[in-house]
């Protein structure tokens, strides 16, 4: 066997490393020259004789989206250090990753990161366009190798594009997200169908021996219309919390306005949003439009979500919704969290978790995330695995098996 699975750990952090000072440098001669070799290294799949490459394969085992913090974080170091007179393009020093000033291909000055009089967010911005853009190049590549190796005739016969539900929320891009958007309200109104249908089943409750006995008599004793015990259950309320950094934004997003147009199905819905610092957003989800996008834009400008850092705090944030918001949850809530468990290297706090456990009904953790990275770098999920359920959740398609299964009625 080849490829992928010949790839050893270190092959693979190496080829991040080097990811990571290409992304920071903006030097796209270098990124196509990577997404080359990460899909040899780690896309290939199958005997061989036999064997194709997968795009899909390649960014789940790259993951270059776990890559922002550690480039804004080389920028700011490098920024920390630079001398006053430095200059780039229009007066303004100019840092790549790697230190000195950073030139891009054919010798102009790169758009390097750090620089004097753009913000942090703005900074990152440009860096998950950046990685954006690496995504394309490595799922062209993919298709040029397989279209290769197959012939472009049979791949334009038999290849059939995953449904809108289907695609994987950390490697969508722009059009898929877009596509994703029109599946919200469908689904809602799928889900919320599933749901009162289990809330009638279970408000017929156990049957009453009594009155079917009695019932029995008017049939020679025959119990042929049995009586149950009418219940009346409570719909619950919920809460979400959820992680609005990076590539998780959009899963984020997606679930807030899918459990917003689900809303008469609960008692209560608070949607809580997060980076290193936490702050309601309720507000805002149920007077925005249907846009994962547009609603992701309204909550970074309106909300209060970082502090002295722009990346994710999971330990932070769960503290702080511990001291300030636990109000919000109480024996009837369901707490949903949502998030890779990604700590940048912060403490998890897993304290939090377990305060705010101990005072919910229930809580389950939604995970992008495939459980064979959970513990790699500075994933954090093991340990909130430990306090409460974690469960993967990569598309459309799962998290509505996942509302229907785990939302008590």
Same mark, same amino acid.
């Given at each position: 066997?080849? /490829? ?20 920071a440098?903006?030097?796209?001669a270098?990124?196509?020259?990577l997404? =080359? ?6 896309g290939? !799949?199958?005997?061989?004789?036999s064997d194709?490459?997968? &795009? ?10 776990? %890559?922002? =913090?550690? #480039? ?8 920390a250090?630079?001398?006053?007179g430095l200059?780039?393009?229009? /007066? +303004?020093f ?8 950073? %030139? ?6 790169? &758009?390097? $990161?750090?620089?004097?009089g ?8 440009e ?9 394309? @190049?490595?799922r ?7 279209a290769e190796?197959?012939g ?5 016969e ?11 929320? $950390? ?7 877009v596509e ?14 599933r ?6 089943? +279970?408000?017929r409750?156990?049957?009453? #021996?009594?009155?079917? %006995?009695?019932?029995s ?12 015990r009418?219940?009346?259950p ?15 934004? /959009?899963? =984020? ?7 917003? +147009? ?5 008692s ?16 805002l989800?149920?007077t ?10 309204r ?9 002295w850092?722009?990346?994710?705090? !999971? ?8 001291e ?11 707490? #949903?969290?949502?998030?890779? &468990? ?12 377990r305060r705010?456990?101990a ?13 064979s990275?959970?513990?790699?770098g500075?994933?954090? +999920?093991?340990? !909130? =695995? ?6 993967t959740? @990569? ?15």
């Amino acid at each position: 066997m080849t /490829g992928a699975r010949g790839a050893s750990a270190g092959d693979r952090d190496e080829l991040r490393e080097r990811l990571a000072e290409a992304l920071a440098a903006n030097d796209t001669a270098a990124l196509t020259r990577l997404a =080359a070799e990460a899909v040899e290294l780690l896309g290939r !799949y199958g005997s061989p004789g036999s064997d194709g490459w997968s &795009a899909h394969q390649t960014l789940d085992r790259l993951r270059p989206q776990t %890559l922002l =913090a550690r #480039i804004l974080a080389g920028a700011r170091e490098q920024g920390a250090g630079a001398e006053p007179g430095l200059t780039g393009a229009g /007066g +303004a020093f100019r840092m790549g990753f790697g230190g000195g000033l950073t %030139l891009g291909p054919g010798g102009g000055t790169a &758009a390097g $990161l750090g620089s004097a009089g753009f913000t942090e967010r703005l900074d990152a911005d440009e860096v998950r366009r950046r990685i954006e853009d690496f995504r394309d @190049r490595v799922r062209t590549e993919a298709r040029r190798r397989v279209a290769e190796r197959r012939g472009a005739d049979m791949i334009a016969e038999r290849g059939v594009a995953r449904s809108a539900d289907q695609v994987d929320f $950390l490697v969508a891009n722009r059009e898929q997200l877009v596509e994703l958007r029109r599946t919200v309200q469908p689904l809602a109104r799928k889900l919320a169908t599933r749901l009162a249908a289990r809330r009638r089943r +279970a408000a017929r409750g156990q049957i009453d #021996i009594r009155r079917t %006995l009695r019932r029995s008599l008017s049939t020679g004793g025959v119990p042929l219309r049995p009586a149950h015990r009418r219940q009346r259950p409570a719909r619950p309320e919920i809460v979400l919390l959820c992680d609005v950094s990076g590539s998780v934004a /959009g899963f =984020a997003n997606f679930t807030m306005l899918l459990v917003q +147009a689900m809303r008469d199905q609960f008692s209560k819905v608070r949607v809580y949003a997060f980076v290193n610092r936490v702050d309601e957003v309720t507000r805002l989800v149920t007077t925005g439009q249907a846009d994962p996008a547009e609603l992701g834009r309204r909550i970074a400008t309106e909300a209060t979500l970082t502090g002295w850092h722009g990346s994710s705090d !999971y330990g932070a944030a769960l503290g702080e919704f511990a001291e300030r918001h636990l109000d919000a949850v109480g024996p009837r809530t369901s707490v #949903i969290v949502l998030g890779d &468990a990604r700590t940048n290297g912060f403490d998890p706090n897993e304290e939090a978790l377990r305060r705010i456990a101990a005072r919910a009904r229930r809580v389950h953790w939604l995970n992008p995330e495939t459980p064979s990275t959970w513990g790699v770098g500075d994933s954090a +999920a093991p340990v !909130y =695995a430990g306090i409460v359920d974690m469960h993967t959740c @990569r598309n459309a398609r799962r998290l509505g098996e996942l509302v229907t299964r785990l939302l008590p009625v």
